[in-house]
């Protein structure tokens, strides 16, 4: 009888591993962007855009209309149709159509692009109606109103008319005088440098004067004898570049400057123009980021007309967002403030006065979408339902009652239609990959146009979970996700890595698909890990208070947090604590090697990723924001400096950066390795020569398969 029982168990065994191995297991191949077969294992997606009120399908081969009730999809017209309209040969043909769009919503035209050109073309007359002769040009920003596109070319910055006739509006353009893209790095929601105004007619852009800002030494190796190529990089503390706004006039040909003083430690960002391009907005904040304004400026003069709005703060005001103004009145605009202590939007006209504040709760608005026109309405994503969740609003503006506008699970991102009365919502969950629905913004009815199949279906895949813990300060909420292996018994003992970011303006842990799980956690999974992943306070989308614990002392409150995570994995069995991992990459980086010095017999194992080592090597911006100057704050530059920890250094830990990044330049981990050689400790350092910030390309999948690999060799 016992014999039997063996024998039935060993088959079952037998059949269990035979449906297991009938799956697939991963490869970095399947699961990193930078992997041959990636795109096979995304959810399968649809390109939309919105002609008027109409949806629009873009794929490849041809454009559908798309019933918003039924789904149904009718051709609109093909790529082979498009090209043999507009004549193409084979260097002007239109490669394919996922990226076309239809500027106007009342008229049938496309706007698409070639290696030559860009056109718009009458898909009606079956014909172009107008074209540009511009291709590859540095930031190109074309106007639909005026057909005009502002261009840079050998640093200068240029605006093409509609006629085709070449405006130059600077002539002292060069790596030093920057013109008409992204200033101040990036931060204060600029992306980019050159403004329309809503006629057409006017062109607001940056002037950057950066001649004053120190070298950082970049050096390109793939020449013959290796050269010099440096960036401009303002550290924290030190003197940093100049901006002016410019106004270019399309009718007179004539450019102007705001009249808004002396540009010396000065920000200025969000610029936005009035539905009459008369007058220009942009917020302007000192250097310390703690005194914020809203100014007005006459848009033909540069003469400054009024200051509208001051916001002060004992720590940092932030702006990210420019004004919005209503449709259907000109003197009233939205304005974005966490003055509450939460983002939310705000009323006010023309004259300064605060008329409403629209939306209040302990949740922030992340996203405003635009108006339904017809009921007065704002669309608005925000985190009122849950703080992993990102739902959609209609606000009405008289009554301010919030009609939901999704099924209230998950994380949805929409795009309006032109009158705002409909959007398409793709949205996905835990357990769902993609949805993607069309809402009415007036009812909140939703119809299902596509539900992605589950593209691992085929495949071993892992536990995902999520759940919350307290922080340090024993009240604040965190959440948190955890990866276990697919076959997971909590009876074994399994080695676990602490993946972590940290910092402010992300989050790792939300309810989409997985719980926003990066693919490099379920391959750790797949080997044998548990892999353990906490939002601590400091990180985004929890208002103002929560993101600013950490003011003055970067990494101080986050380890702390992320100590509690560890202190929760002590009190569950299936964690080995003996073989505990970090790792993380920038802000992660810097996060890693802090847990591996500051915590050196509780980690065993780390791989950081061009971490920061002390804040005063990094940017003025966003070094100053949180950190103050080296000379204000002396105490927190000290206190989060890991070069006095070096010594500090006992486990085993892989320090890995670009070799020509520009954002955590390679000085921090030179002279941290400095450190450890001065203290006896012995990390180990591999570089990506001529990568910057993250790797690219396939680069990306040798990269993940080098850090896990060092857990393997050292954690396992």
């Known amino acids: 009888m016992m014999k039997t029982k063996s024998l039935v168990l060993i088959f079952l065994s037998l059949l269990l591993s035979a449906a297991m ?28 855009t919105w002609w008027g009120d109409q949806l629009v399908q873009t794929d490849v081969e041809a454009c559908y209309l798309i019933d918003s009730k039924t789904g149904k999809k009718t051709t609109l017209f093909t790529l082979d149709q498009v090209n043999d309209w507009a004549k193409s040969d084979d260097v002007k043909r239109v490669r394919h159509l996922q990226s076309a769009f239809f500027p106007y919503a009342d008229r049938p035209v496309v706007a698409l692009g070639n290696k030559r050109a860009f056109l718009l073309l009458d898909f009606k007359k079956k014909e172009i109606v107008w074209q540009d002769s511009l ?15 502002a261009y840079v070319e050998d640093n200068q910055l240029f605006v093409l008319d509609a006629e085709g006739n070449k405006h130059q509006l600077s002539t002292d353009g060069s790596r030093e005088i920057v013109y008409g893209q992204s200033v101040h790095r990036d931060e204060f929601g600029i992306s980019k440098g050159t403004f329309w105004s809503p006629d057409g007619q006017k062109l607001a852009f940056y002037r950057m004067d950066q001649s004053m800002v120190t070298d950082y030494p970049q050096v390109n190796i793939d020449l013959r004898v290796a050269e010099m190529e440096p960036d401009k990089y303002p550290m924290a503390g030190m003197t940093s570049h100049k901006v ?13 400057y705001l009249q808004a003083g002396d540009p010396t430690d000065r920000y200025f960002t969000n ?4 539905p009459d391009s008369k007058t220009v907005y942009m917020f302007e904040l000192n250097r310390d980021q703690n005194d914020c304004r809203l100014a007005s400026y006459d848009a033909a003069t540069g003469r400054k007309l009024a200051e509208l709005y001051r916001e002060t703060s004992e720590k940092y005001v932030e702006p990210l967002h420019p004004i919005v103004f209503l449709p259907w009145d000109s003197e009233k ?79 949805h991102r929409a795009v309006l239609s032109a009158s705002g009365t409909l959007l398409y919502d793709k949205f996905s969950t835990p357990t769902e990959p993609l949805n993607i629905e069309v809402a009415n913004t007036a009812t909140g009815k939703h119809n299902r146009l596509h539900t992605a199949d589950d593209p691992w279906k085929d495949y071993v895949v892992p536990q995902f979970e999520s759940g919350s813990i307290k922080a340090a300060d024993g009240i604040t909420e965190l959440y948190y996700r955890m990866v276990k292996p697919h076959d997971f018994d909590p009876q074994k003992k399994y080695p676990t890595v602490v993946y972590v970011y940290g910092g402010p303006h992300a989050h ?20 044998g890990y548990i892999v353990f992943i906490l939002d601590n306070r400091g990180s985004e989308n929890r208002g103002r208070d929560f993101e600013q614990a950490t003011f003055r002392q970067l990494g101080q409150i986050e380890m702390q947090d992320q100590m509690k995570g560890v202190d929760f994995l002590r009190t569950l069995p299936y964690v080995d604590m003996h073989r505990l991992g970090v790792h993380g990459w920038s ?14 017999d509780v980690f065993k194992v780390g791989v950081a990723g061009g971490p920061v080592i002390d804040w005063k090597w990094y940017e003025v911006m966003y070094g100053e924001r949180y950190m103050d100057t080296p000379e204000q704050n002396p105490e927190g530059y000290a206190k989060t400096s890991l070069i006095s920890k070096a010594g500090n250094l006992k486990g085993k830990l892989q320090i890995i950066i670009g070799y020509n990044d520009p954002t955590v330049v390679p000085q921090h981990a030179l002279s941290f390795l400095q450190a450890c050689a001065e203290a006896g400790t012995q990390p180990d350092f ?13 680069n990306s999948v040798h990269l993940h398969e080098r850090i896990t690999q060092y857990f393997e060799d050292y954690l396992k």
Not at 271 to 274: G, K, L, P
Not at 379 to 388: D, G, R
Not at 587 to 600: A, E, K, R, V
Not at 686 to 698: A, K, L, R, S
Request: net charge positive; aromatic share 12%; charged share 15%.
């Open 508 to 527: 790792n842990v939300e309810a989409s698909w997985h719980w926003q799980s990066r693919s490099w956690e379920t391959y750790m999974a797949q080997k």
């Open 271 to 274: 610029i936005a123009f009035s």
């Open 686 to 698: 591999f570089v990506y020569p001529g990568e910057g910030h993250n790797m690219m390309g396939h």
């Open 244 to 256: 002016t706004v410019g106004v270019f006039d399309l009718k007179t040909h004539k450019t102007i």
């Open 21 to 48: 191995y009938a799956q697939k297991l991963f490869s970095l191949e399947d699961l990193n962007f930078g992997g041959t077969n990636y795109h096979n294992l995304r959810p399968k997606n649809m390109f939309l």
């Open 135 to 149: 291709s590859g040009q540095q930031a190109n920003d074309w106007n639909k109103q005026s057909l005009a596109t």
């Open 333 to 411: 605009f939205i304005m974005q403030s966490q003055k509450d202590g939460y983002n939310h939007l705000y009323l006010f006209n023309t004259k300064g006065q605060q008329l409403q504040q629209l939306t209040s709760g302990p949740w922030v608005v992340t996203q405003l979408l635009g108006f339904n026109n017809k009921q007065k309405s704002v669309i608005i994503a925000s985190k009122e339902k849950h703080a992993l969740q990102q739902n959609l609003y209609a606000v009405d503006l008289k009554t301010l009652k919030r009609t939901p506008l999704d099924n209230g699970q998950g994380v």
């Open 587 to 600: 802000f992660g980086g810097f996060m890693t090697i802090s847990l591996m010095t500051n915590y050196p």
